[in-house]
């Protein structure tokens, strides 16, 4: 399994930040990197209160880095 981890941000409180992830069974990680960037375009639309800081791709149950 794949992990796409965000960290988003309140856009008029930008010191308030939540990290997110998206969980996927059927991509590699190469494959989660190429559709990140729509997914997370997406996500933005449906949250507009949000702002996306930063984002990565990694396998889940890993050593979980700062996104």
Same mark, same amino acid.
């Given at each position: 399994?794949?992990? $796409? $981890?965000?960290?988003? *941000? +309140?856009?008029?409180?930008? #010191?308030? *930040?939540?990290?997110?992830?998206?969980?996927?069974?059927?991509?590699? @990680? /190469?494959? *989660?990197?190429?559709? @990140?960037?729509? #997914? +997370? &375009?997406? !996500?933005?639309?449906?949250? =507009? /209160? !949000?702002?996306?800081?930063? !984002? &990565?791709?990694? =396998? $889940?149950?890993?050593?979980?880095? /700062? @996104?």
């Amino acid at each position: 399994m794949i992990e $796409l $981890l965000f960290v988003a *941000c +309140l856009a008029r409180e930008p #010191e308030i *930040c939540e990290e997110r992830a998206f969980q996927y069974t059927d991509r590699t @990680a /190469r494959g *989660c990197m190429a559709r @990140a960037i729509p #997914e +997370l &375009s997406k !996500w933005a639309q449906t949250h =507009p /209160r !949000w702002r996306i800081a930063r !984002w &990565s791709c990694q =396998p $889940l149950g890993g050593a979980r880095t /700062r @996104a």
